[in-house]
């Protein structure tokens, strides 16, 4: 189960934070308007990847703690659906859409790390 959480962690949720990173940086550009709320959205999913990147370090060693490690990061999605959700624009509308995808890999991950014993 081990390789398995890790390849969840690292291979899909770490990317995926990552991609979402970017798509925050974009959204920035596009609408100067919700520069700073993009921003905070941006630093909610670094947070992520380095939950995520934390989350896997622990694995062996602390599975429950790795499992908090992921639980925690629904705290950051939480904070994106306040600071963009209310929005009407559709850079706004696309980026709380990949946010709620951001939230099935959570709780993925959070599957996975209580398999190996979180």
């Keep these: 189960m081990l390789p398995l959480a890790e390849v969840v962690l690292l291979g899909i949720g770490v990317p995926y934070a990552k991609s979402l990173m970017k798509a925050a940086d974009t959204a920035a550009e596009k609408v100067p308007a919700l520069k700073e709320q993009f921003k905070q959205c941006e630093d ?3 947070s992520i990847l380095m939950d995520f990147k934390v989350a896997a370090k622990d694995l062996k060693s602390s599975p429950t703690s790795a499992n908090y490690e992921t639980i925690v990061c629904l705290d950051q999605t939480t904070r994106v659906d306040y600071w963009i959700g209310k929005n009407k624009d559709s850079t706004s509308k696309s980026l709380m859409e990949l946010n709620m995808h951001m939230e099935k890999v ?12 979180g």
């Design 44 to 46: 909610a999913y670094f």
């Design 106 to 117: 959570i709780h993925l991950a959070i599957g996975a790390t209580e398999a190996v014993g």
